[in-house]
């Protein structure tokens, strides 16, 4: 693992922007509840929970990255394969129970589209990151990562349906696209982690078991899969 130094710009981003996703969940919350008219109590129960899980999530996997357990790839049951399965978990949590009903009712669809542009910063970072030589090419949009163009779309698809220029559908297809091409990238990350090899031993991916990076998959991925599932909760909530 080349050095790096939170004191790098482009380091920060990946300190910077899943802080920036913790903040907008806490206000998503905050301002969903207060359009869906719930009681104030509720509101600041709902609040505080989500301040102290997501501050335990966040200096949680930091330390677990930090401790480098992460990069015990010979282990029978990898830990990253454990991270990998709570994000999917935290995920569906955040999405499916009365928890994600509430961001998928009281709030704006378009601010739900719009919220996936963090992925733009995101990817000239990681791209920047390949240039160092931290991360494999596979990962960048010079190798099989496309998942800039959702960060791109994602200002346009939001503003093009709150100023009534764009539908349902086009929320719908946009939200396909983009979900397809997370499933892409995430695919291409873990197969080239030590485990699987799968682009030589030249181009492993393992920076993602260091902090800050671990917060790519921790939060940013988390982010950005309980995002298009809110959506297409949104999207069938407007259409029953």
Request: aromatic share 10%; no cysteine; hydrophobic share 60%.
């Amino acid at each position: 693992m080349p050095a790096y130094s939170l004191t790098d710009p482009v380091v920060l981003l990946f300190v910077l922007i899943p802080l920036a996703l913790a903040g907008s969940l806490v206000w998503g919350v905050t301002a969903a509840s207060r359009a869906l008219g719930e009681p104030d109590g509720t509101r600041r129960r709902t609040v505080a929970t989500t301040v102290v899980v997501t501050a335990a999530w966040m200096a949680g996997t930091w330390i677990v990255a930090q401790s480098g357990v992460l990069r015990a790839w010979d282990a029978t049951l990898p830990p990253f394969a454990v991270l990998v399965v709570a994000i999917l978990a935290l995920a569906a949590m955040l999405s499916f129970t009365t928890y994600g009903a509430r961001l998928a009712r009281g709030l704006p669809i378009a601010l739900l589209v719009a919220v996936q542009g963090f992925r733009l910063p995101l990817e000239v970072a990681m791209h920047a990151m390949y240039e160092r030589g931290i991360m494999p090419v596979q990962m960048s949009y010079s190798g099989r990562n496309f998942d800039i163009v959702t960060g791109l779309s994602a200002f346009a698809v939001a503003w093009l349906v709150s100023s009534g220029r764009g539908g349902l559908r086009l929320v719908l297809a946009w939200n396909i696209l983009g979900l397809v091409l997370l499933v892409n990238v995430v695919t291409v990350a873990i197969l080239a982690t030590p485990r699987f090899r799968y682009f030589g031993d030249d181009q492993l991916n393992v920076w993602i078991t260091y902090p800050p990076f671990v917060w790519l998959p921790a939060v940013m991925v988390l982010a950005a899969l309980a995002g298009h599932l809110l959506v297409f909760r949104a999207l069938r909530a407007q259409t029953l």
